[in-house]
């Protein structure tokens, strides 16, 4: 099972590696297959952190490795996802308005 999940993940890796992305909706797919990468692993993780199996054949030097980077990997993340959702609060904002200085539209 390690050594085909390794396989799909080492295949990912380089999916990623070639995308070229070259308009919005190729962007897009891009984003959306990155994120399904990054969603299936952290599936991975979750069923290895909840399985005592698993989870009790790290030492304690190694939890202590993998917690520092999920640590790193959160925050720079999540500062990220701060960002975006900001960012595009203030797109909506703006947007909603522009739209009541226009008016009701009617149908």
Known sequence: MS???????EKQIERIK???PHDRLSLVEAITEINQYIASSCQGWMQWVYNPLII?????????????????????FLEFDIAATR?????????SRARRKEGPTYV
């Open 3 to 9: 050594d085909e999940w390794s396989r799909a993940k």
């Open 18 to 20: 070639s995308m070229k």
């Open 87 to 95: 960012g595009l609060g203030e797109v909506l904002k703006k947007q």
């Open 56 to 76: 009790g054949q790290f030492d304690q030097e190694k939890l202590q490795d993998i917690f520092e980077t999920f640590r790193k990997f959160a925050l720079e």
